[in-house]
């Protein structure tokens, strides 16, 4: 079967999954404790008649599953509908906000990926000596230490004490040098880094210290393997044994969790756009709640979920095509 | 096959060592044996005799915590292994010795190469058949990667896979357990070695399959006058196969002789035991003999003949003595080797010696029926088992 049959295939089924959620969000939401009129409203001196006509204006005296059916009929059509509280399209507010998160989270995992496949691989090749050692326990401490703690800590030492990284907000690459100052492209091409650097690393070290982890046990485990016996007997060389027979192997399972991880990431970019004071989405997600403003939320949660589902249908394909062994959904 | 002219292979007190944390495990234990061009010699015993271990001593390709501590193995008149005395007296690898890189270089693949025991693991899942074989012909001739393609298609054909061309670029999953040994033979002849070590190749096959992967080989090996080592714990192989045999038991050869004298003329106890268990279709299962016990850890091999507590021979002298491996008879012009005291050529006063009472501890799931001899009075040598009453 065709990748692009498959692919379709999975898109197709990636559809009730997605209504699913809508359906979750939505009555959630509505149950949160809590009256979005009211709480738009407050400091208003809002008699019964003015709260009706707002419930009235915003469609929210009607029943619920009147207004989910007609959600669902706007998003079909593009729609993804209105903050009450900003009055703002739910759509262009999304568009404001996402480029932030997705800059921090690709490279939060652009960051993971770098330094871990190596680092694993270096630590099952010297299995059991000291590099192995300190990398398994600079992996615990990864994967068992929240992010917004490491992302205090490094504003602690890196901005607030040493003073050499910016501790707020990004520089945004896809604006405009002069919007900042900035002297040409150079200038803000550094800046850029630089004020990414520490959110960063701190929405990183998660995924880094669990890829490594799994990049180690496969390494070891692939290593081991009777085709590295066989190659060895046939005189390849270690460093060939090591970068494609045992390597392509062992990066199965990675692919599979940098998929599912997305959801931590994109989790975890929520609390370092707090601590960093990012404008992303994750804030907004979080106004959202707070303000009980329902569109918004499902507006983030339906993005949020495609996205997910992306990245999921996306490793499934890059497994199938790196195994051939995985198929394209053919009848076995 | 002439013994005059040099071995192609020569192993001489070749002992290889595993450091546990359990104590040190002597895998192979001072074992000698040649091959000669053209020959194929077995390496036969149970399972943990140190076949394997020894095998991959010769390409050097022990894996830690294992170490081939003593011996010589010389292939084509270079030392592949070799030590001696150093200036501080502690012994050290030899000048002559070829390096790691010229092992890799030139004696892995090129002059040696394996075909191992497990064809569903041996090949690597994630590459294409004909791309393995490629990169091994490629890496151990002197062809360009087109000409490899071409000689792996070919030998993809000559060890009977059909329409190779397709099966190509097929992956190791796409194929069954005799057509991947099948791959893994084409593999070994491909890169041309004069020795090919196939460590128990048939073991993972059904037996029809293991009959056409023998055939196979009969037929090739005459084709292109490889030599090999074919490591089993499977007599019928041997017959059919082997020219000579070596028979191992815990890290020793403990007999050595031409394939027909080993069958008819044998002369060690355990090469009896293997023998006799063998099935057969002229015997039932109650009539088949299997050797008592599991053979015991190299760990702490037992005292004086290692074979002694398992052993229908075993006298009380066999704990004493560590026979080694003497010529015992000659078969034309070919000496025969066997490393048990019953023989003339030990003086060791065997006859003489009383025979032993099997000792309970090392068959703990048989002690029943064999505690009940140690009582024996007429046998009073192994009193101190303390297994009286039983009866």
């Known amino acids: ?332 | 096959m002439s013994s005059e002219s040099e071995p192609l292979l020569r192993v001489e007190n070749l002992k290889t060592q595993f450091f546990t944390e359990a104590g040190t495990v002597r895998a192979v234990d001072g074992i000698s044996f040649d091959v000669h061009e053209g020959e194929i010699v077995g390496l036969v015993g149970e399972s943990g005799a140190g076949k394997s271990v020894a095998s991959m001593s010769l390409l050097r390709l022990v894996e830690s915590p294992g170490e081939i501590v003593g011996g010589e193995i010389t292939y084509k008149g270079e030392t592949i292994f070799g030590l001696e005395e150093g200036p501080d007296g502690e012994l050290q690898e030899r000048e002559d010795m070829l390096s790691n890189q010229e092992m890799r270089d030139r004696i892995r693949g090129n002059e040696i190469a394996v075909i191992f025991q497990d064809p569903m693991e041996s090949l690597n899942p994630v590459f294409t058949v004909g791309g393995q074989l490629r990169e091994f012909i490629e890496l151990n001739r002197d062809l360009s990667s087109e000409q490899a393609r071409q000689e792996a298609v070919e030998m993809l054909r000559e060890v009977g896979i059909p329409d190779p061309e397709q099966r190509y670029d097929e992956y190791p999953h796409q194929f069954s357990g005799g057509m991947r040994q099948r791959v893994l033979i084409a593999m070994a002849l491909a890169c041309e070695p004069s020795l090919i070590i196939a460590d128990e190749p048939t073991t993972a096959l059904d037996v029809t399959v293991e009959g056409q992967i023998i055939d196979l080989v009969d037929d090739l090996q005459e084709k292109y006058g490889t030599s090999f080592i074919w490591v089993t714990h499977d007599m019928g192989v041997v017959a059919e196969i082997c020219d000579r045999v070596n028979v191992m038991y815990l890290g020793e050869i403990v007999e050595q002789s031409p394939v027909d004298e080993l069958f008819y003329d044998t002369k060690h106890p355990y090469t009896e035991a293997l023998l006799d268990s063998i099935p057969r279709p002229d015997k039932t299962v109650g009539e088949l003999d299997p050797i008592e016990g599991v053979m015991p850890e190299a760990i702490s091999p037992p005292s004086g003949c290692r074979f002694h507590p398992r052993c229908p021979d075993a006298r009380e002298v066999c704990q004493r003595v560590h026979p080694e491996n003497k010529q015992v008879d000659t078969a034309e012009g070919v000496p025969h080797r066997a490393a048990c005291v019953k023989h003339d050529a030990f003086d060791v006063g065997y006859d003489e010696s009383v025979p032993l009472a099997k000792s309970p501890q090392v068959t703990a799931d048989s002690s029943a029926n064999t505690e009940t001899s140690v009582t024996d009075p007429e046998r009073g040598t192994a009193g101190s088992s303390g297994g009286e009453g039983s009866e």
């Open chain 1, 1 to 332: 079967m065709g990748l692009l049959r498959y692919t379709t295939y999975r898109f197709l089924q990636a559809i009730p999954v997605l209504i699913g959620i809508s359906i979750l969000t939505f009555v959630l939401a509505n149950l949160t404790p809590g009256d979005p009129v009211r709480l738009m409203l407050q400091g208003v001196e809002a008699d019964q008649e003015m709260i009706e006509q707002v419930e009235a204006r915003y469609g929210l005296d009607r029943p619920m599953h009147e207004r989910y059916l007609d959600y669902m009929a706007g998003l079909v059509q593009g729609d993804m509908g209105h903050s009450f509280h900003r009055n703002q399209d739910v759509a262009s507010l999304i568009a404001s906000r996402i480029g932030p998160t997705l800059l921090l989270v690709l490279s939060a995992y652009a960051f993971a990926l770098v330094t871990s496949i190596p680092l694993g691989i270096i630590a099952a090749k010297r299995r059991n000596e000291p590099f192995d050692h300190v990398s398994r326990i600079v992996a615990l401490l990864g994967v068992s230490t929240p992010s917004f703690w490491i992302g205090i800590m490094l504003i602690l030492i890196f901005a607030v004490q040493l003073g050499w990284l910016p501790s707020a907000d990004l520089v945004y690459p896809w604006w405009s040098p002069e919007v900042y100052g900035h002297d040409g492209y150079l200038e803000h091409f550094v800046e850029t880094i630089r004020h990414l650097v520490l959110p960063m690393i701190a929405l990183g070290t998660l995924q880094m210290a669990t890829l490594m982890r799994v990049e180690r046990t496969q390494m070891i485990e692939s290593l081991q393997g009777e085709y590295v016996k066989l190659a060895r007997a046939y005189g390849v060389p270690e460093r060939t044994i090591l970068r494609k027979h045992a390597f392509q192997v062992a990066q199965l399972p990675i692919i599979t969790i940098v998929g599912l991880n997305l959801s931590t990431a994109l989790g975890g970019a929520v609390l370092i756009e707090f601590v960093f004071n990012i404008n992303g989405l994750g804030r907004l997600f979080y106004e959202a709640i707070i303000q009980l403003d329902y569109q918004l939320i499902m507006g983030i949660t339906m993005i949020i979920a495609t996205m997910f589902v992306i990245g999921v249908i996306i490793t499934d394909i890059a497994y199938a095509y790196i195994d051939p062994r995985v198929t394209y959904g053919e009848a076995e």
